[in-house]
């Protein structure tokens, strides 16, 4: 009688295994098992079926499956698994059982593949290519034809599963983890598509070998592109060319969970004007510190269109409503500037009349901004925590501080121009830093401080953890 199937999961992996959700993503550092989740999950899934059931597992080539995945597969499962037709077709001999068609999208004839058979679940392994900006990886239009295709086995649920190793903040797959949760709803009858993702911590596998661990660190270099994603498992920042604000520390400042609007506690919103609007809205959290909740950005619109699109229906939503009751509002000095149609408007004046508030300029000049801006970040708030923290759902904020906002260089890497470059970064960049520096003015930090802030990366991640994995709520709130 053959043996029960038996696997020793982690506790993300386990969280990714028995999610119900119809798109699940997996993503950490090299090492962490996400080959084995990804195994597990397909095992799962029928088992949830109640039924056989048929997928797909792609990757950008059939080569890739050969020579990496397949024997992955077959270490894991051992005669559990086989394969026919030249690693083209895998069966997982469980109870029920899992038959999977393997190819890679090597050309975009390859997609065709995907047009006839009736599958209940799709994996897409490694989405991201290995090196950041290569031509390899897979394009967003196979994960949409895949959650198309996943949802076809009659009798079956719908999943679609990516494991990978995180990408650079560029990538689609970045974009997709941190889109909202639900990823889409029929009107008709209200069912949502949800989604799930998880991130593996450094150090969870407790079956990686020491020696394979040091190899990765050896690897890869310290403040590369390959080190934040296969070392630390974050995405690595896109970097044009000198950050604004290299104090930034995404694994201290960035929560990678949607933070809760504190009831009672007192609202912020930091404003740049012009044809490209920018609002990023805050809230003030015992003790002594800002959480940065949602940005709200317009192109090629003004402030009036901005605050009636975007800000106020946002601000009406269940997130916010009724929750608070004070605001400040402080932005650009140049806001108070009059129109040309009038001389009696100002966006200033547009935002007070909107909100029944009083806004406040921030400083005029450039280094009365950047100055409190860097301060603040590299500032821990009393008990210990980052003075600044974004939420998961200001996400343009973490792009824009993590790199996006940045000043031009030469070919030297000398910086070009007294100010950054304006781009779409540059504005909600500069909302923020209008808000920061009236709320926290500068102070001077000593040099051990200042060194700590942009080297000691790892052990202020290592504090910033507890607040990451949702310990921050009790603390701030309580």
């Known amino acids: 009688m053959a043996k029960d199937l038996v696997f020793e999961l982690s506790p993300t992996q386990s969280a990714f295994v028995h999610s119900d959700a119809e798109i699940v993503m997996l993503i950490g550092p090299m090492g962490e098992g996400k080959t084995v989740a990804g195994i597990v999950g397909l095992i799962a899934h029928a088992a949830r079926c109640g039924c056989n059931i048929r997928g797909a597992l792609i990757r950008d080539t059939h080569q890739n499956i050969k020579i990496s995945t397949v024997p992955d597969i077959q270490d894991i499962l051992g005669t559990r698994v086989t394969f026919h037709d030249d690693c083209k077709k895998m069966i997982i001999h469980s109870t029920p059982r899992v038959d999977m068609d393997l190819f890679g999208i090597d050309d975009p004839a390859s997609l065709s593949k995907l047009q006839g058979p009736q599958y209940a679940i799709i994996w897409l392994e490694e989405p991201a290519p290995i090196i950041e900006r290569a031509n390899a990886g897979l394009p967003r239009s196979v994960f949409e034809l895949a959650m198309a295709r996943a949802a076809r086995q009659r009798g079956t649920l719908m999943r679609v599963q990516i494991t990978q190793n995180p990408a650079d903040e560029d990538h689609w797959t970045e974009d997709l983890a941190n889109e909202p949760d639900v990823y889409g709803a029929d009107p008709d009858t209200g069912f949502q598509i949800r989604k799930q993702v998880f991130r593996i911590p450094y150090g969870e596998n407790r079956n990686l070998n020491p020696q394979a661990r040091a190899a990765h660190r050896a690897a890869f270099a310290e403040g590369t592109g390959q080190h934040y994603r296969y070392v630390l498992g974050v995405a690595a920042p896109v970097q044009k060319g000198k950050k604004v604000t290299p104090e930034y520390n995404p694994l201290f400042h960035f929560s990678d969970k949607i933070l809760p609007v504190v009831p009672g506690a007192a609202g912020v919103r930091g404003w740049d004007a012009w044809q490209n609007p920018a609002c990023v809205i805050g809230q003030f959290v015992p003790p002594g510190k800002i959480w940065i909740h949602d940005v709200c950005v317009g192109e090629n619109i003004g402030v009036n269109e901005l605050i009636e699109q975007s800000v106020k229906p946002l601000l009406n939503t269940p997130k916010y409503k009724d929750k608070i009751e004070d605001w400040r509002d402080i932005g650009d000095p140049t806001m108070r500037t009059p129109d040309q149609s009038s001389t009696q408007m100002t966006a200033a004046r547009r935002v007070e009349e909107a909100f029944r508030t009083r806004f406040e300029p921030g400083p005029t000049r450039w280094s009365a901004r950047l100055d409190p ?76 401080a200042r060194r700590m802030g942009a080297k000691d990366f790892e052990t202020r991640a290592r504090l910033a953890r507890s607040y990451r994995s949702g310990n921050y709520k009790k603390r701030a709130v309580g």
């Open 373 to 448: 801006t860097k301060s603040a970040l590299l500032r821990n708030a009393t008990d210990g925590s980052p003075r600044v923290l974004i939420s998961k759902s200001a996400y343009l904020l973490h792009r824009c501080l993590n790199g996006g906002w940045h000043w031009k260089t030469d070919n030297s890497g000398n910086i070009v121009g007294a100010l950054p470059v304006k781009d779409r970064f540059s504005h909600p960049g500069d909302a923020f830093s209008y808000m920061v520096s009236v709320l926290f003015p500068y102070v001077r930090l000593d040099v051990s």
